[in-house]
C-alpha cells in the first residue's frame, strides 16, 4: 500500500514538473534547426578596421544532396554573428555539429586565441572541431560551390580527414590547438588549405607562434616536417630527393613506419640556447615499389646505397626546416616538452623558452631501411 | 452468476463456512442448518453476492455460534466446511441435501445390499465405475459388499464435509449401512498434452503443459523420478476450490521458501482462481509493481529444471501454467533452449537478449531525446538522413513515437486476439500498409518506423510472454519522460526503474540477485552460460541446503 | 531488514558515495592546487583517507560492533545528543543537497539552458526519497545496479590512446599549482573522497565480517577510478591547459566520437546522475540515522518525507554555479573534519566504555 502512494506521489510530481515545463523551450527538434557545420572567420577585404570580422557559416540542407546554405555577415564576433544569421534564416541556427573552423591568413595572422576560446568555452560545441587555416581569403572559400565535390563544408572535412590519414597534415582541432597553445613546451600547428580553380587543395602546414600564424611548410616539405613531429604509420609517401649523377630520383616508399626519438643534453647551468643540445633520431622503415633512378635495387649493394641517399637527404633537408623554424622562434615540434622533461621545475621557469629556440644546437640523424622491395626480383 | 451457481450445485454445499459469511450477507436465514432448500438457493441467488473474505475468516466461529444456520445464503458456496463438519453427521439425506438442484448429481444404489452410490456424472470415468462399482456389488449380498469395501480404493469418509470434496473432485461416495466410502472415479478431461504456443523451442521436448493437473503431475514424475519430488495439494478459491499442488525436492527446496509459499496459498482468498498466471499475483511479494514476480511456464522441462534448482513450483488445475519460485529478474531472460546448444551459442542468445531488453526499453526513448534534444550527438552523415526523414512530420518527435509506438501496440493485441491466419494478415496488412503510408503521408519518419518496429521485435525475444509485455508497458513512461526532458528525464526513469527493481523481494529473496546481492558465480549461468563444468552450484538465490549440483570433476 | 549488507554492497555504497559531480572538475581541481604529477598527491590523500577509515575500523573492533549512536547515548545525555542529531542531520542532507544541485546546475549549462534548475531538482529529490524510503539493504542493491551504469564509464579513458603521452605529464613532483601549497589546497582536493564515513554507520547494518573489507575495497576502487580519469586527463590535456578548463572530464568525452553516435559527454555526464542521486540518498541516509534517533517514534516515512523537503529547500538555495561551487566547498570542508572528529570522539567513548565496564559488557544497555 505504502508502495501505491510512494508511487503516486512521484508521478504526481512528475507531471506536475512536467506541466510547469512546458513554457521553456530548450527543445532543439532536429528538423527546425541549422547545423553550422563550418564557420568561415576573417577579417572583412580591404578594411584595416580589426574590430570587425567577416564571418561566414555554411549550413547543409538534406535536399537536395550536396546543398546548403551559406550566410555571410560581419560582426564584432562570431558569437555576434551567430545572432544575425538566426534573424536571417528560418531555422534557429546552432552550432552542436559544427565540424570545422576556418581562418583567413589576415586574422591568423593578428592572433586566433580569442576565437577558439568562445568556441571551446561553448558547452554545446565539441573539442573535435578542425580548426584549419586558409591561405587567402576563408569567406570566399567557403562560399564557393565546388562542382565536382560535395559540399564546400563536408569537402574540406574530407580533405582533412583524407591527408590526415596519409599523414600529410597533423591533427588539429580545437582541443590540440588548445592543448598546445596552452602548454609552454609546444606550439600549434594546423592544415593549411588554398582554392584552385576547380578544387581546393591543401597548401601546406601553418606553424603558430603562441596563436598567431608566422610559418607555413610547404607541401613538397610536409613529409619532412611530419618525420620530426611525431611518429607515425602510414600507407605512402613520396620522396623526391634532389638532382644527384645528374639525375632527379624518386622513391615511393609504401608502408612506411616512422619513429622519432629527442634526447636533450644540457650542462647544470643554462645560460643560454647555446647551452641546449637537441638530438632527433629519425627511424624510417619502409617498403619500396616504385624506384625512378640509376640505382639497381635488386642489388642488396644498390639497396644499401639509395638508403644512404635517403638518410642523407633527410637530415639536410630536416634540418633546413629545423632551422628555419628556429629563426622563428618556432617550437611545433614540442622540443620544448623534452627540454622541460630533462631540468628541475625552477630552472625551466626560470628559462625563457622562446627566446632560447634560436640558439639551440640540433642534431638530426636518420636511419633509413628498405624493408623490402616487393614482389619482383627484377 | 449467482443464479447458476445456485441452480446447479447447490448453494448449500458449502454452505456452513460460508454460513458465517452468510451472516454477514443475510442474516435472516437463521432457518438453522438445515436450512438449505432450494428456497434458501433461491435467496442466495437474490441476494447472492460474492462471498464476503472476511467473513471467511470469522466463519468458523460464526459457523458455530449459528449453527450453521445461516449457512444457505452463500450463493457462492464457500465450500471449505470445516466448521459445519462437527454439525451435520455424514448421511445420505444430508449429502444429498448439499447438492440440491444438482442435475448432474446421480445416485444409484444395490437394492441387494443396501450400499449406495453418488457421484457427479459428468465428473467421472463411466467405464471405471461401471468395473469397479456395479458390477462388484451387482447382487453380492450385504456381506460380500463390507468384504468388497474394505478394499483399499475405498476410503472412508469421515465428515460431509469430506464427502462432498470428494463428489466435488471427481469421486463417488458409497454408503453402506451408516459409514460412508470415496472412491476415485476421476474422468480426465481436457486436451492431451501437445505443444505449448507461447514457449516453442527449436531444439527439445515439445511437450507442454496442459488444462489437467493429473497429466502435468505425471509429466512431471516422468522426468524427475526422485521419491523425493514432494506434491502437496491444497484448495485455493473460496467458491472455485481449485486444486493446486505445491511440488519441490526435499533436501535441494529450501524448507523456509516451501512454507512461505504453502502459507500464501492458504491465506488466498480469493473467490476464484482460474490461471496460474492469475495466483501468482495473489501470493507475490510486491502487487504493485509493473514486473511478474515469479517465473511462469508452460514447458515440462523447464519446471524440471526450476526444480532440481531448488526453487519450488506449483500447479494449478486447470492452467497449463506452472509457476517457481523464488524467481530473479534475470531468469525471465533464460529459456531452456540455452542449455540444448553448445554453450556458446547459448552465451550469445543469453546476451542477444539482454540486448533485446536493452533496446526494447531505450531505443525509441532515446530516439525522441535525442532528436528533440541532443541533437549533437548524431553524426552527421546520419543527421542529414534524418533531418529529411523527419521533415515533413508535423509533429515533435515525442508525439509521433507515441503514435507509433500505439500502432505497434494495436497491431500486436489484435493480432493476438484474432484466429492465427487473420492475425497474421493483419499484421503483415497493418504493419507494411500503415507504416509505408505514414511515412508517405508524411506522418512519421521511416527512421522512427526502424526504431518502433526493432524494439517491437527486439520485445519478443524475451522467452517470457508475462515480461516482454511488462517491458513493453514501461517504454511508454520512458519515451515520455524522454521527451520532456530528454536524455535526464530517460536517466530518470531509468533510475526510478532501478530503484523499483531493487526494491522489489521474492519470497523476501532479493529479485535482482545475482546482481544484488552479488554473486559472480551465478553470473555464469545468468548472463552468459557457462559450459556444464561451470555450472557447478545452484543459485545462490535458493539458498538451497544443498548447493552443489555438479559433482563431476571436469 | 532482516538481510545484512553484504561486502560487495558496502564496497558500491562508498564507491556510489564518494563519486559524484566534482570529478568532472576533478582533473583540474588538482592541477590546480597540486600541480603537476597530481594523482601521486590524490595517492597520498587516498592513504589519509585510509587512515581515517581504519579510524573507524578501530572504533568497530573496541565498540564490538555496536553502532555509533548506541556507544554516543551510553555516555552523553540524550538531551545533548538531541540536537547535535538534529544539526548533523540538517548538515548531511546540505551536502547531499548541495551536491544534487551542483550537478543540476552543470546539466543546466550543457542541455537545458532555460529550464528552471529547482524543476531539475525536483525530480531527483522525487526520486531520492522513492529510493530512500526502501531501506538501506536496498539502497544497497540500488547502488550496485547504479554502480554498473556508471563507472563503466571510466573505460572509455582506453579510447584516448592515440592521443596520450607520457611526456606532458613532466617530471616535476607537485609543481606549479595556482597558489602554492597549503593545507587549503590539499583539503580542497581531499574532499573528493568526502563520503566514506558512511561506512560509521553502515555497522549496525552490514554483515560484521566482510564490512571492512567492503569499505576498504570501496574506497581503493574509487582511488583508482580517480587515477584512472586523471592520468588520462594528465596525458591527454597539457597541465597549463587542465588549468584552464572547468570541466575536464566533459572534454574529455566529447571528444569521443563513436561510428554512431558522437559526443560522448552528453550521455556519459547523464548517466553521472546516478551517483549524484546516490551521494543525496546516501547523505540523506545518514541524515536520517540521525534523526530517526533524534525522534524514535515518528510516523513512518514521515522523517523520509521531511528531510526530502529539507533538501529542496536547501537546494533551491544556489542558484548559479558560482555560489554552488562555493557552498559545496565549504561545507564539504566541515565534512572532512566530521569525517575525522566523529570517529574519533567515538573510539575514546568506547575505550572509555570498555574499561569502566566489567569484562562482559551488555552492549546498549546506559550506563
Known amino acids: ?85 538566426s534573424r536571417q534564416n528560418n531555422r534557429q541556427i546552432v552550432s552542436g555539429q559544427l565540424r570545422t ?66 599523414t600529410e597534415i597533423p591533427i588539429s582541432n580545437l582541443h590540440t590547438f588548445s592543448r598546445d597553445y596552452f602548454d609552454d613546451g609546444i606550439d600549434p600547428v594546423t592544415p593549411l588549405i588554398k582554392e584552385s580553380k576547380e578544387a581546393l587543395s591543401l597548401d601546406g602546414i601553418a606553424l603558430f607562434r603562441d596563436d598567431t600564424y608566422v610559418m607555413r611548410v610547404e607541401p613538397q616539405k610536409s613529409l619532412l616536417f611530419n618525420f620530426l613531429h611525431k611518429n607515425f604509420v602510414t600507407g605512402e609517401v613520396v620522396m623526391a630527393m634532389p638532382v644527384q649523377d645528374g639525375e632527379q630520383q624518386r622513391v615511393m616508399l609504401s608502408f612506411v613506419a616512422s619513429n622519432r626519438k629527442i634526447k636533450i643534453r644540457h650542462p647544470k647551468t643554462i645560460r643560454g640556447g647555446k647551452d641546449i643540445t637537441v638530438n632527433i633520431h629519425l627511424k624510417i622503415r619502409g617498403e619500396v615499389l616504385e624506384y625512378h633512378g640509376k640505382l639497381n635495387l635488386q642489388k642488396s649493394s644498390d639497396q644499401r646505397e639509395l638508403e644512404k641517399r635517403m638518410k642523407a637527404y633527410v637530415e639536410k633537408e630536416t634540418k633546413l626546416l629545423v632551422e628555419k623554424m628556429q629563426k622563428q622562434r618556432l617550437d611545433p615540434l614540442g622540443i620544448g616538452q623534452h627540454a622541460r622533461n630533462s631540468m628541475r621545475y625552477a630552472q625551466w621557469k626560470k628559462l625563457d623558452w622562446r627566446e632560447m629556440i634560436p640558439d639551440l644546437k640540433f642534431n638530426i640523424t636518420a636511419d633509413v631501411k628498405i624493408k623490402d622491395i616487393g614482389k619482383l626480383q627484377t | 452468476m449467482s443464479d447458476a451457481t445456485s441452480g446447479n450445485s447447490g448453494p448449500n454445499t458449502d454452505s456452513e463456512q460460508f454460513g458465517s459469511s452468510t451472516d454477514n450477507n443475510g442474516p435472516a436465514p437463521d432457518s438453522g442448518q438445515h436450512a438449505p432448500t432450494s428456497e434458501d ?7 447472492g453476492q460474492p462471498q464476503n473474505i472476511d467473513a471467511a475468516q470469522t466463519a468458523s466461529a460464526a459457523g458455530t455460534g449459528s449453527a450453521g444456520g445461516s449457512a444457505p445464503s452463500d450463493g457462492n458456496g464457500n465450500a471449505g466446511a470445516q466448521a459445519a463438519a462437527p454439525l451435520k453427521p455424514l448421511t445420505m439425506e444430508n449429502l444429498l441435501r448439499e447438492f440440491n438442484n444438482t442435475m448432474d448429481l446421480k445416485y444409484r444404489d444395490f437394492p441387494a445390499n443396501g450400499v449406495t452410490a453418488v457421484y457427479l456424472q459428468y465428473m467421472i470415468d463411466a467405464d471405471q465405475l461401471y468395473r469397479t462399482l456395479v458390477l462388484p456389488f451387482s447382487g453380492v449380498t450385504d456381506e460380500m459388499a463390507g468384504k468388497l469395501l474394505e478394499q483399499a480404493i475405498f476410503e472412508r469418509a469421515n465428515t460431509l464435509e469430506d464427502a462432498v470434496y470428494a463428489i466435488l473432485y471427481g469421486s463417488a461416495v458409497v454408503f453402506s449401512g451408516d459409514r460412508a466410502y470415496k472412491l476415485d472415479l476421476t474422468r480426465s478431461i481436457g486436451r492431451s498434452i501437445e505443444q505449448t504456443e507461447t514457449e516453442t523451442v527449436i531444439a527439445g521436448p515439445h511437450d507442454g503443459f496442459v488444462e489437467n493437473i493429473v497429466e502435468n503431475l505425471a509429466l512431471l514424475r516422468k522426468r524427475l523420478r526422485s521419491s523425493h ?44 482462481i482460474y490461471e496460474a498466471n492469475m495466483l501468482v499475483q495473489l501470493i507475490d511479494d510486491n502487487p504493485n509493481s509493473f514486473f511478474p514476480q515469479f517465473v511462469v511456464t508452460e514447458r515440462p522441462d523447464a519446471i524440471c529444471s526450476k526444480l532440481t534448482a531448488g526453487r519450488v513450483v506449483i500447479f494449478v488445475d486447470g492452467s497449463p501454467s506452472a509457476v517457481s519460485a523464488p524467481s530473479s529478474f534475470f531468469e525471465f531472460f533464460t529459456s531452456p533452449d540455452d542449455y540444448y546448444q553448445r554453450w556458446h551459442v547459448g552465451t550469445a542468445l543469453r546476451l542477444l537478449r539482454i540486448v533485446g531488453f536493452i533496446i526494447t526499453v531505450g531505443f525509441t526513448a532515446f530516439y525522441v531525446s535525442v532528436t528533440t534534444f541532443h541533437y549533437e550527438m548524431i553524426p552527421h552523415k546520419m543527421l542529414l538522413n534524418l533531418t529529411k526523414s523527419r521533415s515533413n512530420v508535423p509533429f515533435p518527435p515525442l508525439y509521433e513515437a507515441l503514435l507509433m509506438e500505439t500502432t505497434i501496440e494495436l497491431l500486436r493485441e489484435a493480432g493476438a486476439r484474432l484466429p492465427t491466419k487473420i492475425g497474421q494478415t493483419i499484421g503483415i496488412v497493418g504493419g507494411i500498409v500503415i507504416g509505408q503510408a505514414a511515412v508517405q503521408a508524411g506522418f512519421t519518419s521511416n527512421v522512427l518506423i526502424i526504431a518502433v518496429a526493432s524494439s517491437a521485435i527486439a520485445s519478443f525475444v524475451i522467452p517470457s510472454y508475462v515480461m516482454s509485455a511488462s517491458i513493453r508497458l514501461i517504454r511508454f513512461p520512458l519515451i515520455f519522460l524522454a521527451g520532456i526532458w530528454g536524455n535526464f528525464g530517460l536517466m530518470v526513469g531509468i533510475a526510478f526503474i532501478v530503484i523499483h527493481l531493487s526494491g ?13 546481492p552479488m554473486n559472480l558465480k551465478d553470473w555464469l549461468d545468468t548472463f552468459i552460460r557457462g559450459p556444464f563444468s561451470s555450472l557447478r552450484y545452484r543459485p545462490s538465490q535458493v539458498k538451497s541446503p544443498n548447493k552443489q549440483k555438479n559433482k563431476m570433476r571436469k | 531488514m532482516s538481510e545484512k549488507l553484504n561486502g560487495y554492497h558496502v564496497a558500491f555504497i562508498i564507491v556510489m558515495i564518494e563519486l559524484d559531480v566534482t570529478v568532472f572538475s576533478l582533473p583540474r581541481i588538482l592541477a590546480e592546487n597540486l600541480g603537476t604529477n597530481g594523482w601521486i598527491g590524490l595517492l597520498l590523500l587516498s592513504a589519509i583517507a585510509f587512515a581515517n577509515l581504519g579510524l573507524i575500523h578501530l572504533f568497530h573492533r573496541v565498540g564490538r560492533g555496536r553502532s555509533p549512536f548506541e556507544v554516543a547515548e551510553q555516555s552523553i545525555p540524550r538531551l545533548l545528543l538531541k540536537p547535535a542529531y538534529i544539526l548533523l542531520a540538517v548538515f548531511w542532507i546540505t551536502i547531499g543537497s548541495f551536491v544534487c ?103 549496525p547494518f552490514a554483515e560484521p565480517k566482510s564490512l571492512f573489507k567492503g569499505v576498504y575495497f570501496g574506497h581503493s576502487l574509487t582511488t583508482s577510478v580517480y587515477v584512472l580519469l586523471i592520468i588520462v586527463s594528465y596525458g ?39 551517483s549524484n542521486l546516490a551521494s543525496l540518498v546516501l547523505f540523506g541516509w545518514m541524515a536520517l540515522m540521525a534523526l530517526r534517533r533524534a525522534f524514535p517514534k515518528a510516523r513512518k516515512n514521515m522523517l523520509e518525507l521531511i528531510l526530502i523537503a529539507a533538501s529542496l529547500g536547501i537546494g533551491s538555495y544556489p542558484k548559479i554555479l558560482r555560489d554552488s561551487e562555493i557552498m559545496l566547498r565549504v561545507v564539504l570542508y566541515l565534512e572532512t573534519a566530521i569525517a575525522f572528529l566523529l570517529p574519533a570522539v567515538l573510539l575514546v567513548l568506547a575505550v572509555y566504555q570498555a574499561r569502566g565496564k566489567t569484562p562482559k559488557p551488555e552492549s546498549g544497555t546506559p550506563v
Open chain 1, 1 to 85: 500500500m505504502n508502495e501505491m502512494r510512494v508511487c503516486c506521489l512521484l508521478l504526481l510530481a512528475l507531471t506536475s514538473a512536467a506541466l510547469l515545463l512546458t513554457g521553456c523551450r530548450d527543445e532543439k527538434i532536429i528538423e527546425r534547426m541549422g547545423f553550422t557545420r563550418t564557420v568561415a572567420l576573417d577579417f572583412p577585404e580591404g578594411e584595416e578596421d580589426k574590430t570587425k570580422l567577416k564571418v561566414t557559416i555554411s549550413i547543409p540542407k538534406s535536399e537536395p544532396v550536396n546543398a546548403r546554405i551559406v550566410l555571410t555577415t560581419i560582426a564584432q564576433s562570431n558569437k555576434e554573428a551567430r545572432i544575425m544569421f
Open chain 1, 101 to 166: 573552423v576556418m581562418f583567413g591568413t589576415k586574422l591568423a595572422k593578428d592572433g586566433i586565441w580569442k576565437h577558439i576560446d568562445t568556441l571551446v568555452r561553448d558547452p554545446s560545441i565539441g573539442s573535435k572541431v578542425n580548426v584549419v587555416v586558409v591561405n587567402g581569403n576563408a569567406n570566399a572559400l567557403l562560399q564557393r560551390t565546388y562542382k565536382q565535390f560535395p559540399s564546400t563544408g563536408e569537402y574540406i572535412e574530407d580533405l582533412v580527414r583524407t591527408e590526415r590519414a596519409s
Open chain 2, 41 to 47: 438457493g433461491g435467496t442466495t441467488a437474490a441476494t
Open chain 2, 229 to 272: 519430488l514432494k506434491t502437496v495439494s491444497l484448495a485455493v478459491g473460496e467458491v472455485t476450490k481449485t486444486q493446486v499442488v505445491v511440488t519441490y525436492i526435499e533436501g535441494i527446496a529450501n524448507q523456509e521458501f516451501v512454507g512461505k509459499v504453502t502459507e500464501r496459498l492458504k491465506s488466498i482468498e480469493f473467490d476464484a
Open chain 2, 504 to 516: 522489489i523481494t521474492n519470497l523476501g529473496s532479493s529479485y535482482m540477485s545475482p546482481i544484488a
Open chain 3, 101 to 203: 544541485k551542483k550537478y543540476v546546475l552543470i546539466y543546466q549549462m550543457v542541455a537545458f539552458p532555460t529550464t528552471n534548475a529547482n524543476l531539475l531538482y525536483v525530480l531527483l529529490a522525487a526520486l531520492a526519497f522513492y529510493l530512500l524510503i526502501k531501506g538501506i539493504y536496498n539502497i544497497g542493491k540500488a547502488m550496485t545496479i547504479f554502480f554498473y551504469f556508471t563507472v563503466p564509464a571510466a573505460l572509455f579513458a582506453f579510447y584516448f590512446k592515440g592521443q596520450w603521452e607520457l611526456y606532458r605529464f613532466t617530471p616535476f613532483l607537485l609543481k606549479g599549482g595556482t597558489e602554492g601549497h597549503s593545507l587549503k589546497n590539499w583539503l580542497e582536493v581531499y574532499t573528493i573522497f568526502v563520503g566514506y564515513e558512511i561506512s560509521l554507520f553502515l555497522i
Open chain 3, 236 to 274: 591527454f590535456f597539457s597541465f597549463e591547459q587542465l588549468q584552464a578548463m572547468m570541466y575536464p572530464l566533459l572534454n574529455l568525452f566529447s571528444y569521443i566520437e563513436l561510428p554512431f553516435l558522437n559526443r560522448l559527454e552528453n550521455l556519459i555526464f547523464t548517466l553521472f546522475l546516478f
